[in-house]
């Protein structure tokens, strides 16, 4: 299928738009690759420090002559998704040798819960995380003794951390290597109706715990498709992955032989053969236009709007906001996974998952099929099922039609002729709105602002009856800048309640939203952001606000004379404690949330 003219039209643009920086992105990972720093070359003293800790294969690396592949992990034990990591170092050191290679743990990258910190003063540093994973990435590969790496991570900013970091080193292969979904307890739509009973104060504590407790139950990733299962779809449309590694459980045959495929791909694709794929290669404006239409297909996470723009800028690529809204309107909806629909990821696994989207999508000719990837066979192999046959992995077609067409459908009968993307604009700034998982009639309102400055603020005046009626809910000072762009999530059960009641309700911000968040319209990640003169300043309590997905449009009804001419409101201080004021670094020097909210790329001239 000849690619549609709005993804070779954006594609165009976004090369054209980054041809200085990807050039010099591709001349430092050429020096890089040939700068002589490569282990052979290093001094017997630096070579003896990094052999050490590993008698079992001292010998083989002392030769020279095999891949040492660097592991850089983000494993934790109290982030379920990266608990089942605990085993996989030494696992892939075995699998490394059995391909004639040798493994080491480069090194740890943090790896933050967003649900465990959601509400709390710890999301403030959530954002930033994703930047500090980079530098540790960096820091990691940074001793040259790794002719490959490979990259443990799921969750929301490890997955963009680590890209960040590695593409810095763009001239070694890698790949990423997923762990996946814990396996289905309680129904996201069930936990969801037990949050909202409970706050409007229907349901006790103990009831909110244990089904909380239903619905993360175990080792993997957490099942609604939010931040870090759009993080594994993105990384399959991309070609980083093994094909169809995302969403297999984690202990089971099929998982482990994932995961051994993957570190033993990594020789076959080092710069000693003849088959030599680096990252920074494979890393390009098709790949990334690549993994904005599958997240655009799947309804994913809107964090991707920052996340997506910041892995581009570290290879030299830039893509905005304007992109993601044209390729949303040339890219079918074809998943209904929570919050866009009732079904958790391991039902999207079994009706065909990230393969069968990948298959129809190259049929609709919305992906490039040309990239480098990872894999031999190229994206065509990524829309092909991974399964276990007589003990072996091998990879098989899909059938014409899903297992479930109430969860995926294929291209010619999709569930929406587009994603679920909008650009807001207006008096207000630009801001974006995710209405994929927002019923039709709810895309515009036009109604009063309640404004606020935190999300406690917003929490009491709904337990206290304030916010029954028509409103749009305001909530400022919330951007990087301000206090490090914290997810609002929090806010999901009361704004769902009033919307339940029969209000009109919206939700305003420069600040982010969960992935995990759904019914209720947010226009979210608005800039400028308050702190520093951003229009949202300027808004007052009852100030008419429309917002309007359908004709693109964010605007406070004020009169253009009185709005010209009124003063911005006093910013909120910053805030200390929790560790968070030895990231002021990050808060003042981050740039707006479309290029990625990032004072790392930023300072480094990305």
């Not at 957490?222 to 093994?242: D, I």
């Not at 094909?243 to 710069?271: C, D, M, Y």
């Amino acid at each position: 299928m000849p690619l549609h003219p709005t993804i070779a039209a954006v594609t165009d643009r976004i090369r054209d738009r980054s041809r200085r920086q990807r050039r010099a992105y591709l001349d430092l990972i050429e020096r890089e690759r040939d700068s002589g720093f490569d282990r052979p070359k290093l001094g017997c003293a630096n070579l003896a420090h990094a052999y050490a800790g590993t008698d079992e294969q001292r010998d083989r690396m002392k030769d020279g002559t095999a891949m040492n592949i660097g592991i850089v992990t983000a494993y934790n034990d109290m982030l379920s998704a990266h608990a089942p990591y605990y085993r996989y170092p030494e696992q892939m050191k075995v699998w490394a040798l059995e391909a004639g290679a040798t493994a080491q743990v480069a090194g740890g990258v943090p790896a933050m819960c967003d649900g465990v910190t959601q509400g709390y003063q710890g999301m403030e540093l959530s954002l930033f995380s994703r930047d500090t994973i980079a530098l540790g990435t960096a820091i990691a590969l940074s001793h040259r003794t790794f002719e490959g790496a490979a990259l443990l991570g799921i969750c929301d900013k490890i997955v963009p951390g680590l890209l960040i970091g590695a593409l810095r080193f763009g001239h070694l292969p890698m790949v990423l290597v997923p762990a996946g979904p814990m396996r289905s307890g309680l129904p996201n739509k069930d936990k969801a109706a037990v949050r909202e009973r409970y706050a409007e104060g229907k349901a006790t504590r103990e009831e909110l715990l244990d089904s909380e407790i239903a619905a993360y139950h175990g080792k993997g990733t957490c099942t609604f498709y939010g931040t870090a299962n759009s993080n594994q779809m993105m990384m399959e449309a991309m070609g980083l992955h093994v094909p169809g590694a995302s969403f297999a459980n984690p202990g089971t045959k099929l998982r482990q032989e994932l995961t051994r495929a993957a570190v033993q791909r990594l020789p076959q694709i080092g710069w000693g053969g003849d088959d030599y794929r680096p990252i920074g290669h494979c890393v390009d404006e098709r790949a990334v236009v690549n993994a904005a239409v599958a997240l655009l297909a799947t309804g994913g996470s809107t964090n991707h709007l920052i996340h997506l723009p910041a892995i581009a800028r570290s290879a030299g690529v830039s893509i905005n906001w304007e992109d993601f809204d044209a390729l949303s309107k040339a890219v079918p909806l074809l998943t209904r996974v929570y919050p866009n629909g009732s079904a958790d990821v391991n039902g999207f696994e079994d009706a065909g998952g990230p393969p069968f989207v990948i298959r129809e999508l190259l049929k609709g000719g919305l992906l490039h099929d040309d990239v480098l990837t990872i894999a031999d066979g190229g994206m065509a192999q990524y829309g092909r099922k991974p399964v276990i046959e007589d003990d072996r992995l091998v990879w098989s077609d899909l059938p014409a039609q899903p297992g479930d067409d109430s969860i995926v459908r294929t291209i010619d009968a999709p569930f929406a002729p587009e994603g679920g993307f909008r650009i807001l604009t207006g008096n207000l700034g630009r801001a974006c709105i995710k209405v994929s998982a927002v019923d039709r009639d709810r895309w515009s309102i036009e109604a009063p602002a309640r404004v606020f400055s935190t999300q406690a603020e917003v929490q009491e005046a709904f337990k206290a009856g304030e916010l029954d009626r028509d409103v749009v809910v305001v909530v400022r000072f919330q951007g990087p800048r301000a206090n490090g762009m914290p997810e609002l999530h929090k806010l999901t059960p009361p704004l769902g309640v009033l919307q339940n009641r029969g209000f009109r309700v919206a939700l305003v911000t420069d600040g982010r939203m969960s992935g995990a968040s759904g019914k209720v319209p947010a226009a979210i990640h608005l800039s400028p952001e308050a702190l520093g003169g951003g229009p949202v300043g300027k808004l007052r309590d009852g100030d008419m606000v429309r917002l309007d997905a359908e004709a693109g449009v964010l605007e406070a009804l004020v009169d253009v004379a009185e709005w010209d001419a009124r003063p911005l409101v006093d910013a909120v201080p910053m805030a200390d404690g929790t560790g968070r004021e030895l990231f002021r670094m990050m808060n003042q020097g981050a740039d707006e949330a479309e290029k990625g909210a990032s004072a790392m790329l930023a300072a480094a001239g990305l």
